[in-house]
């Protein structure tokens, strides 16, 4: 047995940490770099190859200048009057004017006949080497196979850091830092979905926990098509070339002008089983898609299965907020959250600026990433210089509630030892982590719960969920700092499906992503962002938008989104 004492305990200090290894924890971390302050990265994997992004490759949303306004028009109308058009175009601009960047620091990005560089997508493996090595080149210290587990907070209620574990080292690590940016990724309730077993909600806890507040919550429920025979890789595109067929061979339609109707999969597969053949592509279409999305079609060729001419069953994998919306609520033009000194970027961030309710997934979250990531180093840097010198000798506390209190190991409290929430009874009994994991796997998959929202089933999960996070204010198994890592991991995920269900029960209205079956229309009354937040006691809040709705591509010159709170 593993005891994790204070001795073995490692200790740094930086300007600004950044908690994340995807796209934009290291955008972020660069960009605070470059401000002349020090920075460290602390990633659950290996950064470069753990996350979404690593797993294949992506478009990015940057257009030339000259289809900007075409795409911005087209980005608010997905929005449904929720997204914001300033925010829409900060993204656009500050992403086209990023990607030459990355080619200077050594991605080669195709080229036209004329030699000019396309840069409309990234092949993700070597995206994220190149980001690796610019950070190392800048002086970035990474620490890789680290997750945080918690902030601290200093008296005054700024953030002072975060503590967590490493896993190769067996200890756990403290890092005293001015600032903290939060780029850890969204929640996809370890679905296997490709790339985001490590998208486990960790930073929507976290900033919860030390007083930040959620938004859009309601908008993660998204699915994404996948083979069933091999459940992981969720690469929808080669599918809008696909005929679908039921068990008997019947054709079931599922376009709609042409295009793939979204609805359409949800609804036939809870009447039963979906086959897919790819039979709709065209010789030109099919040399893109398979250069483009060749890791679409390894299981295929593991299986020794032509798309093209045979069936193939299709399912559905939930991929929650990693390409939802909801994340925790930003506040300023440079991403700072309700807590000062706490950025948050990328998916770990709501999206609800740029998509309103609907799903970001692909390029426009390529394109959130890269600029909300530098937006959020420089805000962090920022601030890290406005405490001075001896910001790193400020008192702090840890700010964890949930899933990290252990009993005496040795006589000696765990480091990681939690503060229980003030409502909750401690008893001696030791949790299952993966039974609780289990249990919230099953209000959260299912399409019939999370795809089709009622009241009545919302209540139902609800009550599930309640007493789910009940048994994680119990004692965890913490033999190892993998068992502090999954006891705390079953708490965030917990913690992630209470808010989005409850944010979804209290949005009572179908508009893009969050379907309500006993409120089928969208309510153009309910034009608002509903923040979430509280651990023991939910709540939520309307944001309402009082800008007038904007008619593309006018441009709005506010320097934030005007709300106010109900």
């Given at each position: 047995m593993?005891?994790?004492?204070?001795?073995?305990?490692?200790?740094?200090?930086a300007d600004v940490?950044?908690?994340?290894?995807?796209?934009a924890?290291a955008?972020?971390?660069w960009?605070?770099?470059?401000?002349?302050?020090?920075v460290?990265?602390?990633d659950?994997?290996f950064?470069g190859?753990?996350?979404?992004a690593a797993?294949?490759?992506n478009?990015?949303?940057?257009?030339?200048?000259?289809?900007?306004?075409?795409?911005l028009s087209?980005?608010?109308?997905?929005g449904?009057n929720?997204a914001?058009?300033?925010?829409?175009?900060r993204?656009?601009?500050?992403?086209?004017?990023?990607l030459?960047?990355?080619e200077?620091?050594?991605?080669?990005?195709?080229?036209?006949?004329?030699?000019?560089?396309v840069?409309?997508?990234?092949y993700g493996?070597?995206?994220?080497?190149?980001?690796?090595?610019?950070?190392l080149r800048?002086g970035?210290?990474?620490?890789?196979?680290?997750p945080?587990?918690e902030?601290?907070l200093?008296?005054?209620?700024?953030?002072a850091?975060?503590?967590?574990?490493?896993?190769?080292?067996?200890?756990?690590?403290t890092?005293?830092?001015?600032?903290?940016?939060?780029?850890n990724?969204?929640?996809?309730?370890?679905?296997k979905?490709l790339?985001?077993?490590?998208?486990?909600?960790?930073?929507?806890l976290?900033?919860?926990?030390?007083?930040?507040?959620?938004?859009s919550?309601e908008?993660s429920?998204?699915?994404?098509?996948?083979?069933?025979?091999?459940?992981?890789v969720?690469r929808g595109?080669?599918?809008?070339?696909a005929s679908?067929?039921?068990?008997?061979?019947?054709d079931?339609?599922g376009?709609?002008n042409?295009r793939?109707?979204?609805s359409?999969?949800?609804?036939?597969?809870?009447?039963?089983?979906?086959y897919?053949?790819?039979?709709?592509?065209?010789p030109?279409?099919?040399a893109?898609?398979?250069?483009?999305?060749?890791?679409?079609?390894l299981?295929?060729?593991?299986?020794?299965i032509?798309p093209?001419?045979?069936?193939?069953?299709?399912?559905?994998?939930?991929?929650g907020t990693?390409?939802?919306?909801g994340?925790?609520r930003i506040?300023?033009?440079?991403?700072?959250?309700?807590?000062?000194?706490l950025?948050?970027?990328g998916?770990?961030?709501?999206?609800?600026?740029?998509a309103g309710?609907?799903?970001?997934?692909g390029g426009p979250?390529?394109?959130w990433?890269?600029?909300?990531?530098q937006w959020a180093?420089?805000g962090a840097a920022?601030f890290?210089?406005?405490?001075?010198?001896?910001?790193?000798?400020r008192?702090?506390?840890?700010?964890?509630?949930?899933?990290?209190r252990?009993?005496?190991?040795g006589?000696?409290?765990?480091?990681l030892?939690?503060r229980?929430?003030?409502s909750s009874?401690?008893?001696?009994?030791t949790?299952?982590?993966?039974?609780?994991?289990?249990?919230?796997q099953?209000?959260?998959f299912?399409?019939e719960?999370n795809?089709?929202?009622?009241?009545q089933g919302?209540l139902?999960s609800?009550?599930?969920?309640?007493t789910?996070w009940?048994?994680?204010?119990?004692?965890p198994?913490?033999?190892?700092?993998?068992d502090?890592?999954?006891?705390?991991r079953?708490?965030?995920?917990t913690?992630?499906?209470?808010?989005?269900y409850?944010?979804?029960?209290?949005?009572?209205?179908?508009?893009?992503?969050?379907?309500?079956?006993d409120?089928?229309?969208?309510?153009?009354?309910?034009?608002?962002?509903?923040?979430?937040?509280?651990l023991d006691?939910?709540?939520?809040?309307?944001?309402w938008?009082?800008d007038?709705?904007?008619?593309?591509?006018?441009i709005t010159?506010q320097?934030?989104?005007t709300?106010?709170?109900l």
């Amino acid at each position: 047995m593993l005891a994790v004492h204070s001795e073995n305990e490692l200790q740094l200090t930086a300007d600004v940490l950044v908690i994340g290894g995807g796209p934009a924890a290291a955008w972020a971390a660069w960009a605070a770099a470059s401000q002349g302050v020090k920075v460290i990265i602390v990633d659950k994997g290996f950064l470069g190859t753990s996350g979404a992004a690593a797993a294949s490759g992506n478009g990015i949303m940057a257009p030339s200048p000259e289809n900007w306004d075409k795409v911005l028009s087209e980005r608010y109308r997905v929005g449904k009057n929720l997204a914001n058009l300033r925010w829409i175009e900060r993204v656009i601009e500050k992403t086209w004017l990023s990607l030459p960047l990355v080619e200077s620091w050594g991605y080669r990005f195709p080229k036209t006949e004329d030699g000019e560089s396309v840069r409309q997508s990234y092949y993700g493996p070597e995206y994220m080497r190149v980001l690796r090595k610019n950070l190392l080149r800048v002086g970035v210290q990474i620490f890789d196979q680290s997750p945080a587990l918690e902030l601290l907070l200093a008296d005054d209620g700024s953030v002072a850091g975060a503590r967590g574990v490493q896993r190769q080292d067996h200890r756990t690590y403290t890092v005293r830092a001015g600032a903290v940016v939060l780029a850890n990724g969204g929640c996809a309730f370890l679905s296997k979905a490709l790339g985001c077993n490590t998208n486990t909600g960790d930073g929507l806890l976290m900033a919860v926990e030390a007083g930040g507040e959620l938004s859009s919550m309601e908008a993660s429920n998204h699915y994404a098509i996948s083979t069933a025979f091999n459940a992981t890789v969720t690469r929808g595109v080669p599918f809008g070339w696909a005929s679908y067929t039921d068990e008997a061979g019947n054709d079931l339609g599922g376009y709609t002008n042409g295009r793939r109707d979204p609805s359409f999969l949800p609804n036939a597969l809870l009447k039963g089983s979906v086959y897919a053949r790819l039979d709709r592509a065209t010789p030109e279409v099919k040399a893109v898609i398979e250069k483009s999305h060749f890791i679409a079609f390894l299981p295929y060729t593991k299986a020794g299965i032509d798309p093209y001419t045979e069936r193939v069953p299709v399912t559905l994998v939930l991929e929650g907020t990693v390409r939802g919306t909801g994340g925790i609520r930003i506040v300023s033009d440079n991403c700072a959250t309700k807590v000062p000194g706490l950025y948050a970027a990328g998916d770990a961030a709501s999206r609800e600026f740029l998509a309103g309710l609907a799903s970001g997934g692909g390029g426009p979250n390529a394109a959130w990433a890269i600029s909300t990531g530098q937006w959020a180093g420089v805000g962090a840097a920022d601030f890290a210089k406005s405490l001075g010198a001896h910001a790193n000798e400020r008192v702090a506390r840890p700010a964890g509630k949930v899933g990290l209190r252990s009993p005496t190991v040795g006589g000696t409290p765990s480091p990681l030892a939690g503060r229980s929430s003030s409502s909750s009874s401690p008893t001696s009994e030791t949790f299952n982590s993966e039974a609780i994991v289990r249990g919230v796997q099953a209000q959260m998959f299912p399409l019939e719960k999370n795809y089709l929202r009622s009241e009545q089933g919302l209540l139902d999960s609800l009550a599930k969920l309640e007493t789910l996070w009940q048994q994680v204010q119990g004692n965890p198994k913490q033999d190892t700092v993998r068992d502090v890592e999954f006891s705390r991991r079953a708490a965030a995920l917990t913690a992630v499906a209470r808010w989005a269900y409850f944010s979804a029960l209290h949005r009572k209205e179908t508009r893009s992503e969050h379907i309500r079956i006993d409120y089928p229309e969208t309510d153009p009354n309910q034009r608002y962002y509903q923040a979430t937040g509280g651990l023991d006691k939910l709540w939520v809040r309307r944001d309402w938008i009082t800008d007038a709705i904007a008619t593309p591509p006018v441009i709005t010159t506010q320097t934030t989104p005007t709300v106010s709170k109900l």
